[in-house]
């Protein structure tokens, strides 16, 4: 359990606060690169740690992340125009390009130098695996974007997708933290996932690992004897969790404000390209174009009864992000932590909590924040990985030299999987 005061610490995140200042520290993605799918399409409102923004595509196609209300007199940008490398203000035609230049101020007299004097709150951002991330921490302090794997890959080898969480973000990071879950939240009674004969066998051996980009999470079962079921998860800071599936994926949870967040999957397969009919391509649609998931905690997540006895554990359909939201999302907007009794099974929750308390706690003292790059030579990833494999024997470290703390160790794996 948790103090009222940790709670409170590790939940509110607006500007000013220790973990909003935290988060800001970071790249974070805000949305999906398609609800900007071409050059001055429609700005897009974008609610991200307590600051309400808009975001635009402008005629070079060129990512901008503004204020949303305008610096004149504070009408919605949303409502603006983007056209002509700019977002001009339907109310008065103040304009503006993606970094909060103001280009125009066409009421002012000619040859006024006013608009020379001003800048729009803007905020940097970078585009990748079909996300747009920014940076909205103090300028002189911005790192390099992190090369993680899927970084530069195509869009054809990754697959995002965003919702929106009736809840603090904080709620989804413990989700992903507790592997015990697997066995109940996400049971199928008809052979739907190949993995749950594995799952089913006791954890031989759990470790939580501090490392330079976050934790790793590796839960060790035997299905045989002299094999080991290994299955890896991470988090890379601020809250990047890794986690293995159908396909490796990131599951990235960002507060809109303390009482929602948005949650980011990035599923990615680095050795080829997704084909068409893979399931990552054919989900049920499962959001509207609000974001807002259709089985939702006002509809009950759509659950059936008569499915619950007979298909799933839930009743709630096949797609785990509903299983999580009922989950995380009917603790109430933010869970209040002292009120629960943690078990055994709660071993890494615990640990991440502490993990984050640790860490603010050090930056409330000055302490620069891990996981930031700002050396190209130190701007690499190999040791962040998730998976979930069979090997032969009890030794799985030595299959996975690359799972290092220091990014400088890394070694590439030994390829002796039997199964997978």
Known sequence: MLTHEQNELLTRTNKGTPMGDFFRRYWIPVLLAEELSVPDCAPVQVRILGEDLVAFRDTNGRVGLLEEHCSHRGTSLFYGRNENCGLTCAYHGWKYDVNGKVLDTPAETEGSTFKERLQHPAYPTHEAAGLIFAYMGPKEKQPLFPKYVWESLSLDHVNATKSIQDCNYL????????????????????????????????????????????????????PEPDTSYVRVSSITLPTYCWIPGGNKSVHTYIPADDEHSWRFNLAYQAEAPFAPTSPVRNQDPWVGEDYVKLRNIRNHYLIDREKQKTENFTGLGNNFVIHDAMATETMGHIFDRSKEHLGVSDKAVIAMRRYYLDLLHAFQQGAEPPNLVYDESDNVYTHVDTFAETIPGRDWRSHYPHLTKLRQDSQPPVVTTVSR
Not at 174 to 193: A, I, Q, V
Not at 198 to 215: K, M, N, S
């Open 171 to 222: 709620q989804g990071v413990e989700g992903e933290s507790d592997s015990s879950h697997l066995t109940f939240l996400h049971r199928f009674f008809n052979n739907h996932d190949t993995r749950r004969p594995l799952l089913q066998h006791p954890v031989r051996e759990y470790t939580i690992e501090e490392t330079d980009f976050g934790l790793r999470l590796i839960a060790v079962r035997e």
